[in-house]
């Protein structure tokens, strides 16, 4: 029972010898070594262990040394911070506008993997490359390739203008499965890619 204390308690790291045994598995690390494993910046790194929920606010105010967190759910942290892209980088992954990035944003639809305050803040919280592929996934579901796409089948931003509905509402349409004459260019990926027929927009704008 002391070593499963201590275990659960204290950052033990795997291979050192506790109580007789050497120890298989880690159960925490501190913040502190958790950085130095995995090479990310330790505040950082809190700041996104905090979104997660694996530690307080409050208890991001000790000493990274002492401050324990989840071993798995820090190493799941620190890899997605790992993979992180900024903001600016999301227009060109997405194949997609600034602004369509900033309303899959607002939607829910990208989750940064930490938040700031004051100006510009989107700029400077990074977001986890696996979640935009799951993103991309989702989107050549809804809108598998057509080899003959109709000739007045239009873009996203055609659908804005054209129909007169406001982009935000197109996209939350779009993932809620509403708009069914959906389709993509041939070897595109992204949401410039993506083709819809005018007239079922026009009868969904709000």
């Known amino acids: 029972m002391l070593r499963d204390y201590i275990l659960q308690n204290m950052d033990v790291c795997v291979g050192r010898s506790l109580l007789g045994r050497p120890v298989e598995r880690r159960c925490k690390y501190s913040v502190q070594?958790?950085?130095?494993?995995?090479?990310?910046?330790?505040?950082?790194?809190?700041?996104?262990?905090?979104e997660r929920g694996l530690i307080t606010a409050e208890a991001a105010d000790k000493p990274?040394?002492?401050?324990?967190?989840?071993?798995?759910?820090?190493?799941?942290a620190a890899a997605a911070l790992k993979r992180a892209v900024q903001f600016v980088q999301l227009p060109a992954?997405?194949?997609s506008t600034r602004p369509i990035a900033t309303f899959l944003i607002e939607l829910g639809l990208l989750t940064p993997l930490h938040r700031t305050s004051g100006e510009n803040t989107r700029?400077?919280?990074?977001?986890?490359?696996?979640?935009?592929?799951?993103?991309?996934?989702?989107?050549?579901?809804?809108?598998?390739?057509?080899?003959?796409?109709?000739?007045?089948?239009?873009?996203?931003?055609?659908?804005?203008?054209?129909?007169?509905?406001?982009?935000?509402?197109?996209?939350?349409t779009i993932f809620q499965g509403g708009i069914k004459k959906i389709g993509r260019v041939i070897g595109e990926s992204g949401f410039s890619a993506l083709r819809f027929d005018i007239e079922e927009i026009r009868l969904r704008s709000p």
């Open 123 to 172: 700029d400077k919280c990074g977001f986890d490359a696996r979640e935009l592929d799951r993103l991309l996934d989702r989107v050549h579901a809804l809108a598998p390739e057509i080899t003959d796409l109709p000739a007045d089948w239009v873009t996203l931003t055609q659908c804005t203008k054209r129909a007169r509905i406001p982009m935000r509402h197109l996209l939350q």
């Open 33 to 50: 070594s958790l950085a130095l494993e995995t090479g990310v910046h330790r505040q950082t790194l809190s700041k996104v262990l905090i």
């Open 64 to 76: 990274y040394s002492i401050l324990l967190v989840d071993a798995e759910g820090g190493r799941e």
């Open 93 to 95: 992954l997405l194949n």
